[in-house]
């Protein structure tokens, strides 16, 4: 279990658990942004989280307690600390500024 804490002064935690590469649990799951039966992302209290694979299914996915199970083969969990936020901004920023 992975403990930060933040500027807030409260605490977030979130725990991944992988069995034999078929089933992953994850919970503090704040948003699905894209899925495939290959590449899942997901925003994480922690970050955005990119899950790869083959043959993935989201078995559970509960926004109210932050729970997520994927089932398929599992080839690679990536965080990223990119914010989605800021891409956003950034992203409208530089299409007014070209």
Known sequence: MEDIRNMNNTTTFQNIVLENREKLNITGIIDVFSFDDQIIIVETELGLLT??????????????????????????????????????EKSILSKIFK
Do not use: A, P, Q
């Open 51 to 88: 899950i790869k694979g083959d043959n993935l299914k989201i078995n559970k996915l509960s926004i109210d307690t932050s729970d997520f199970i994927v089932d398929g083969h599992i080839s690679s969990l990536t965080y990223s600390n990119s914010d989605v936020s800021t891409k956003k």
